[in-house]
């Protein structure tokens, strides 16, 4: 099956400082990688994702790039704000509306 | 936009009770929902797949018997925990497979709270 690793698990920035979080993934057959944020106790929120036949995207402070031979992909949210402090995870599919396996979160606190 | 609801949003109960939690969607119709499981700051694991008519895809070393899972129609799936036990306490989350313009997407519950004392 299918196994994400994420790093890191917690990460500190100052506002507006730019933050980076990395995933990989093992299954050579995921081509859909979303990410999502949660804040506590609240239903993981959508916020970015990236099809296999892309390897950018952004969409105003965050971006996601994808590298599939490595199989790796990484988040990264520019001029940090306040609000962007929530747990990030990363996931893998193999098309959009299959299972998702999720990495293990990134904490990310944004210190005023 | 697709909404999800999960009903309840928290429960307690005694160890070696049964808990059924719901998962709906609300404005379009899902064959296919997931069950995920969180424990406190942990990420979320995939326990099963649960098809509309048919019966569910457990992950390995997810219990079938102990996580019972229904899919009786196109907008709602239950998650049965039998004799749940402290261990079983945890942040259970579903998701249901819908259609965004001409993709396929998840769309997420606000998830269910088990607290077994």
């Known amino acids: 099956g299918e196994n994400v690793e994420q790093h890191p698990s917690t990460l500190s920035v100052q506002e507006g400082d730019s933050a980076v979080i990395k995933c990989t993934y093992s299954?050579?057959?995921?081509?859909?990688f979303p990410w999502y944020k949660q804040e506590l106790g609240k239903r993981p929120q959508l916020i970015i994702d990236?099809?296999?036949?892309?390897g950018e995207k952004k969409d105003q402070r965050i971006a996601v790039t994808l590298n599939k031979t490595a199989k790796h992909f990484s988040l990264h949210i520019t001029e940090t704000q306040p609000e962007d402090s929530a747990v990030y995870f990363c996931?893998?599919?193999?098309?959009?509306?299959?299972?998702?396996?999720f990495g293990t979160g990134t904490s990310l606190t944004v210190i005023p | 936009g697709a909404v999800v609801s999960q009903h309840p949003s928290w429960v307690i109960c005694k160890s070696g009770t049964s808990v059924k939690i719901e998962c709906r969607s609300l404005?379009?119709?899902?064959?296919?929902m997931f069950w995920y499981r969180q424990f406190p700051k942990q990420s979320l694991m995939l326990m099963a797949t649960?098809?509309?008519?048919?019966?569910?895809?457990?992950e390995q070393g997810v219990e079938k018997d102990k996580f019972l899972i229904n899919h009786a129609s196109l907008t709602l799936s239950t998650l049965t925990v039998t004799s749940a036990h402290p261990e079983d306490s945890s942040f259970y989350i579903c998701?249901?497979?819908?259609?965004?313009?001409?993709?396929?997407?998840?769309?997420f519950g606000p998830g269910t709270r088990l607290t077994v004392l």
């Open positions: 990236i099809r296999s036949n892309v």
């Open positions: 649960s098809n509309e008519g048919s019966k569910a895809t457990y």
């Open positions: 404005d379009f119709q899902a064959t296919t």
């Open positions: 998701s249901a497979r819908g259609t965004s313009g001409s993709t396929d997407t998840q769309y």
């Open positions: 996931a893998a599919a193999q098309n959009t509306g299959n299972q998702f396996y």
């Open positions: 299954d050579s057959a995921s081509n859909y």
